[in-house]
């Protein structure tokens, strides 16, 4: 099976609670959305969500409200039992929106970068709110524990949202591409082209952003690992204003190719 957390309606811009499951077998889709009473997330936007091999569980963390509430909770979920609210009384990342997220599998943690945080003050035309500023810290959290740990490591990717991190199950490491840098409230947003490796065993960044054809600067963008042949596949995204709907396929975090076009 997989999942998705869906986190907009169409109309209206509207934040929505709706989980759901699609079965590659069928073609079908399964609304998973608990009905009342139970303990569930509120209808939220921009929340991060991976899935945890080792306990077989989903693992959701933070998003936002249509008006800007920020969320900093983390929740599980699985078919038996539902959604359970992991969120403890330490001091874990601040509440955000649009962070890259992925599971470790070689340690069994869920990895958090970046991320904004939406304001008020910062709401488009439309009604919905968009992030004011962006976030550039990096955490650890033990499903095992429900602790969270910050790490500081000598070097990191700018401070942004939107960009995308995915799991290289070959090396044992995580990749970041892109997303939107903007470090403070009230400027104008840099879309990034960079990549960038998280190796856990290490605790470490490394800056992997070579010379030569790479995907235009992007935010917003999908990405993810194929296994079968050790590559990083890369589609869509914004540019700024504009979508880019183009393919473009990595060999490993070395992403090479034609670059999709702006």
Not at 119 to 135: H, M
Not at 205 to 221: C, L
Request: charged content about 20%.
């Amino acid at each position: 099976m997989a999942a998705c957390f869906l986190t907009y309606t169409v109309n209206n811009y509207q934040a929505s609670p709706e989980l759901w499951e699609w079965d590659p077998a069928t073609g079908l889709w399964t609304n998973r959305r608990p009905t009342p009473p139970g303990d569930k997330p509120y209808r939220r936007a921009g929340a991060g969500m991976v899935f945890d091999s080792v306990r077989n569980k989903l693992v959701i963390f933070g998003g936002r409200t249509t008006n800007a509430t920020n969320y900093a909770e983390i929740w599980d979920w699985d078919l038996a039992s539902g959604f359970s609210d992991r969120t403890g009384s330490d001091l874990g990342p601040a509440a955000r929106s649009q962070h890259g997220m992925v599971f470790e599998k070689s340690t069994g943690n869920v990895l958090v970068f970046g991320g904004g945080v939406a304001q008020i003050s910062s709401l488009e035309p439309t009604g919905r709110a968009d992030v004011s500023v962006a976030f550039g810290d990096t955490w650890e959290w033990n499903p095992s524990t429900g602790k969270w740990t910050e790490l500081q490591p000598k070097s990191a990717p700018s401070a942004r949202y939107d960009s995308t991190l995915v799991w290289d199950s070959k090396r044992n490491v995580a990749v970041l591409f892109g997303g939107m840098e903007r470090a403070q409230a009230g400027t104008n947003g840099v879309p990034k082209q960079d990549t960038w490796e998280w190796d856990p065993a290490t605790a470490s960044w490394t800056n992997w952003t070579r010379p030569g054809p790479k995907p235009s600067v992007r935010y917003g963008h999908a990405m993810a690992y194929d296994p079968g042949r050790g590559v990083i596949v890369l589609a869509g995204g914004w540019t700024s204003t504009l979508a880019t709907a183009s393919l473009t396929f990595g060999n490993g975090i070395r992403l090479r190719g034609r670059g999709p076009s702006a």
